[in-house]
């Protein structure tokens, strides 16, 4: 009895492990969350659940374009990178600067004979790639479904606690 | 000690002053061509981009110290505002230099953002406009203005193409004018991008060079024709601007005046203007020099007789 559960274990874990190994190729190191707090500022870091968005998306290259091996999308990628090589950095931030206008990005801005000269930041980045996969799926597109503000973020934009007390403002039609 | 003699010294003073008289008169004249100065910012915005999150309006009221708003800059219910019977959209105010309007144009599945502000031309007209000077077009491309020099006489607000300085209504003593300033003194100055650029989500808003924006708006719209209209506004458009909007939908349909020249405000009196100083300067003395040579013997006829006639031939 105890003998035949003891292979029936191998076996298992046999079996596991050769289902895993595949996926292990694509995904080594995929995480199963990202905490997104690196700009958070007016608004609260972001827990991203990447093992679901992984399963949503489907092909890696939807969100990492070129850089996780698993080939570009984009036609126009593709010319250049075409190998299905994994990158050394796979990270947004990687590639796609905190602080897009510094006079570094702004000199590159201007370099003639560099492909990616009109790179969009990280903030943009996570915006373009989110919202427009989110109105396509009907997935959370209002700014607090994915993040709630900060207490500076209310005192900016004059909401929550710092809201304008409720005047006389008639709104709609004004003469 | 001095050897200047004072045949020098005239002859010296008198080119001196011819030079000076000329001076301005060219410059007059030359203003028409002026394309921008080569290093000058600008910032890009695709409109292909915008959320209508109204993110850069909180960002210029916090930067520029503006008061407290009427309502929350995350209240959605601004875009319905509507002004002169249903015309007109929000505009730019003494209290919000920027604002964010929502339009329905009929290929858009979606709203279509569009941010107002000053377009900083490279030849303004509330500058040519303004007859105490207190607009400044400076190196960084940015068009700012002197509170303490402004009469509050309202003359640019007429002259600006794109209706946006606004005037201190509520001020009772001491109105002026009040604009966008690019975040000229704390940031732009600086190398920094404006407020409403650095919190700006969805990078709308790209700040750089105005000569590599253009050439990054063309690509954009090379690499991606079935998303962008061809047309950059701002480009030319009265001359050209230090901001400038690329769209996916027709411009007119986003609320912009697509009917304005592509020639600066400017060249509309160049000519004129151009003429004045000549005119003050040349015409009271020719015409005096006229007067005297056709009244030079009509006043000897008045003499008496006493005299020998001596101005007579």
């Known amino acids: 009895m105890f003998g035949v559960s003891n292979w029936h274990m191998k076996g298992l874990l046999l079996l596991l492990l050769t289902l895993l190994l595949p996926m292990g190729v694509y995904a080594m190191d995929a995480p199963e969350s990202v905490t997104i707090d690196t700009i958070a500022k007016y608004y609260e870091p972001v827990e991203f659940d990447h093992a679901m968005h992984m399963d949503v998306a489907e092909d890696c290259s939807v969100c990492h374009h070129h850089t996780t091996g698993t080939g570009a999308t984009n036609p126009y990628c593709s010319k250049c990178h075409s190998e299905n090589r994994e990158s050394a950095t796979v990270a947004c931030q990687g590639c796609h600067s905190a602080d897009p206008f510094s006079a570094e990005s702004i000199r590159r801005q201007g370099e003639l004979n560099l492909f990616h000269d009109d790179l969009i930041g990280l903030k943009g980045a996570y915006h373009e790639n989110c919202l427009g996969c989110h109105r396509q799926m009907d997935g959370p597109t209002g700014c607090e479904d994915c993040h709630a503000k900060t207490d500076a973020g209310e005192r900016l934009y004059h909401s929550g606690k710092y809201a304008p007390e409720p005047s006389t403002h008639s709104a709609a039609e004004h003469e | ?313």
């Open chain 2, 1 to 313: 000690m001095s050897k200047v003699s004072r045949r020098k010294f005239l002859a010296g003073s008198l080119a001196g002053g011819v030079a000076a008289m000329l001076a301005p008169v060219k410059k007059v004249l030359a203003s028409g061509d002026f394309r921008g100065f080569p290093d000058g910012m600008g910032v890009l915005v695709d409109l292909t981009r915008c959320v209508g999150c109204r993110s850069c309006e909180a960002a210029c009221n916090k930067e520029q110290g503006l008061p407290a708003p009427d309502l929350p800059f995350d209240d959605d219910s601004v875009f319905d505002e509507t002004f002169h019977h249903g015309t007109q959209k929000r505009r730019t105010t003494e209290k919000a230099y920027t604002v964010v309007n929502r339009y329905e144009p009929k290929d858009s599945d979606q709203p279509v953002y569009r941010k107002v502000q000053c377009n900083h031309c490279n030849e303004p007209a509330c500058l040519t406009s303004c007859f105490v000077k207190a607009y400044t077009k400076t190196n960084e491309g940015a068009v700012i203005y002197d509170e303490h020099v402004c009469v509050g006489c309202r003359t640019c607000m007429v002259a600006c193409p794109h209706n946006i300085p606004a005037y201190a209504y509520s001020k009772v003593i001491d109105p002026v004018v009040k604009k966008c300033i690019f975040c000229y003194d704390t940031r732009v100055s600086k190398g920094r991008p404006p407020a409403c650029v650095e919190i700006c989500p969805a990078e709308a808003l790209t700040f750089g060079k105005r000569k590599d924006l253009l050439r990054l708006a063309r690509a954009r719209i090379k690499s991606s024709p079935e998303k962008y209209q061809q047309e950059i506004y701002g480009e030319h458009t009265v001359g050209g601007s230090a901001w400038m909007y690329i769209a996916g939908v027709p411009f007119e349909e986003l609320g912009f005046d697509t009917t304005l020249p592509n020639e600066p405000i400017i060249n509309n009196v160049k000519g004129f203007l151009g003429m004045v100083p000549m005119v003050l300067a040349i015409w009271p003395a020719l015409f005096t020099g006229f007067h005297l040579l056709a009244t030079k013997n009509k006043d000897h006829d008045h003499h008496d007789d006493s005299h020998t006639g001596e101005g007579e031939k």
